[in-house]
């Protein structure tokens, strides 16, 4: 039955299209937290100062909401029909840990050894343990989705397509208007998740699963119209737009306005999917910057380089002397390319250091 509704994958089937979103997002990830209140401080200084400042915020932060969901249904759009079993799934599972355990390491004792930071006996030994000491959230739960990936693939493709949009119309109910509704009056008073799960923000792994299965439905079912492309940005604009006057209008609403799994926000990975999906070309440069994003994930936001990058590097971003002029979004987006241009380039090293020892290895 699968295979009579299902297109297999070809290799060539990762388009530059989608290795271009990546890039985006990824960029986006690190305005996120240009905007965070333990790195940048943006949203806290926009809050106080107000004005064209906070409105400035409020547009390039909703807009911005997208790269988690994003992410997961790329993987759930490419591997719903590719991995069926642990052996499928153990390449990819071991390249994405191997990378997430030599950053952990690296990038710690680096930054230890050049009295860079100090790091307690506690801190040192968490380095070895990424996945046990959580030190990124979104890489311990993509591992931990990995490991569900040949398991949901085989349940998803028993499914017919109105069983699937069934499962999906009720998860989406379940993880993205229920953590909405429970903070509104009236609806908090007679609404409540409390023992069925916690949202967290949508940073959970009832979420990654949900987001990989909408990548799965998009990939099986959905077929973009080029007419179409255009109104799919026109849509990403609008709902960004609503959901920034409702946080800015709503108090209650503030709180779930930035979850990754609002409404909205699904709205606008939804749409940013289905626009890119359409974007046919080839490039190796996109290509090749796209496949280190992950390491400047790994990079900027490892717990020690955290400490170094805001309090040490762009000290002056948490600082409003930052924001008095006009030219302060140019500043943030120069900042942005930094952080991402030298994390793509020292993982690109890492590789072609990696490449030179597997071929002395081989020539031994």
Excluded at 77 to 82: A, G, I, R
Aim: proline fraction near 3%; hydrophobic fraction near 50%; charge should be positive.
């Amino acid at each position: 039955m699968m295979n009579v509704r299902m297109k297999s994958l070809s290799k060539n089937s990762r388009q530059s299209g989608f290795e271009l979103l990546r890039i985006l997002m990824m960029l986006q990830v690190v305005f996120l937290h240009v905007c965070s209140k333990e790195m940048g401080a943006f949203t806290q200084i926009a809050e106080k100062m107000g004005g064209s400042v906070q409105t400035a915020w409020s547009l390039s932060f909703f807009m911005s909401r997208c790269p988690v969901l994003v992410f997961v249904m790329i993987t759930g759009y490419f591997s719903v029909q590719k991995y069926h079993s642990w052996k499928d799934i153990f390449p990819k599972l071991k390249h994405t840990y191997g990378t997430m355990y030599f950053y952990s390491v690296m990038t710690g004792l680096v930054l230890l050894f050049t009295g860079c930071v100090a790091m307690t006996k506690g801190e040192i030994i968490s380095l070895f343990l990424p996945m046990l000491s959580d030190k990124w959230y979104f890489m311990t739960l993509y591992v931990l989705l990995l490991l569900f990936i040949p398991i949901m693939n085989r349940c998803l493709a028993t499914l017919s397509q109105k069983e699937y949009t069934g499962i999906l119309l009720l998860l989406f109910f379940l993880f993205s208007i229920m953590p909405v509704l429970t903070t509104i009056e009236p609806f908090d008073e007679f609404i409540s998740l409390y023992r069925i799960y916690k949202p967290n923000g949508g940073k959970g792994i009832y979420s990654f699963l949900f987001a990989y299965m909408i990548g799965g439905y998009l990939r099986l079912y959905v077929q973009p119209k080029k007419l179409q492309k255009g109104w799919y940005l026109v849509v990403f604009v609008l709902a960004g737009l609503v959901n920034a006057y409702l946080a800015l209008h709503c108090e209650e609403y503030y709180q779930v306005a930035p979850y990754n799994t609002n409404p909205f926000v699904l709205l606008q990975s939804v749409c940013l999917m289905l626009f890119f999906s359409n974007c046919h070309f080839q490039s190796r440069l996109v290509n090749s910057v796209a496949s280190s994003c992950m390491a400047v994930y790994m990079i900027h936001m490892h717990p020690q380089m955290i400490q170094v990058l805001w309090s040490k590097i762009f000290p002056m971003v948490r600082e409003y002397s930052f924001y008095q002029d006009g030219w302060y979004l140019l500043r943030i987006a120069g900042v942005i390319l930094a952080i991402f241009s030298v994390c793509i380039l020292i993982d690109k090293i890492r590789l072609f250091v990696c490449e030179l020892l597997i071929k002395n290895h081989h020539y031994h």
